[in-house]
């Protein structure tokens, strides 16, 4: 069973993302908002992930590609509206092939009885906007992605 | 009768703001994002408008600050994460009184029979958010500020 909570109530334009981690917050924070490192998280593990800029401050724009076996890229941006380390980051999200389709992501890492819990929440500009979100098949790699930066957290605790 | 139409239903997490301006859409999104412009219309005239930072562009930052007669001041902040001239303006939004309660803005400019509707939606982190902005008197506020706008555009037209 996956340990990601996701939930996205009918009628609502929002997907809320829950995960916890056996880690302290400064740690996953941290780890989860290294440029660097983001590669080695981000997506689903069978694509290759670019980062082409990621500013992780108040007005810092972010771009991320990935590149599938056959050479397809898939583009995702943004801008970071907010960066509070290590509790939260509220930032906007597109992806370039739906262009003017944009969310805001707050993520909030919370110290819950000696754990990290991250909590994403994304609204969109409609609910048409989150239910094509939902039937795209989010799902999956949002929790292929989490577990993928517990791992990685695991591994830099 | 106000010619400014606001719809928020009960149960969802955003505002939708609609005004007609008797002017082409090109003069409207110019008037309505000229910074030198802003403080003559953007919220009631009985504050004091003052542009901290304004860049209009994908990935500037912006900030106004309202001064009433008493000297208090009351700030506004986010980020654009797209302008696309002269159609669309998505940014976000943030009173700097409530802290990491932010909402998404994208403003549409159409050219419907000559004339040019401005739709702004505002998604919020909450329907709990969403509901306090409406509490706190914002349909006022929106509706002397797309008067405003209108009489500018008039104006420079």
């Known amino acids: ?3 990601t909570r996701i939930v996205a109530e009918p009628g609502k334009q929002e997907i809320v993302l829950v995960h916890e981690f056996d880690a302290p917050r400064e740690l996953v924070f941290a ?9 080695e998280w981000w997506g689903p593990s069978s694509l290759t992930t670019i980062v082409d800029r990621m500013e992780v401050r108040p007005g810092g724009s972010w771009r991320v590609v990935h590149r599938d076996a056959d050479g397809n890229e898939f583009a995702f941006r943004g801008v ?22 944009v969310s805001l992501e707050t993520a909030v890492f919370a110290t819950v009885a000696g754990k990290t819990r991250l909590t994403t929440t994304s609204v969109y500009q409609s609910i048409e906007d989150r239910d094509a979100v ?11 992605t989490m577990e993928r930066l517990a791992a990685l957290v695991a591994k830099v605790h």
Do not use: C, Y
């Open 1 to 3: 069973m996956s340990r």
């Open 31 to 39: 780890t989860a908002n290294d440029p660097e490192l983001l590669p």
């Open 80 to 101: 970071h509206h907010d960066v509070t380390e290590p509790e939260r980051v509220i930032r906007t999200f597109e992806f370039e092939g739906a262009p003017g389709h």
């Open 134 to 144: 939902l039937a795209s098949g989010m799902e999956g790699g949002a929790r292929e």
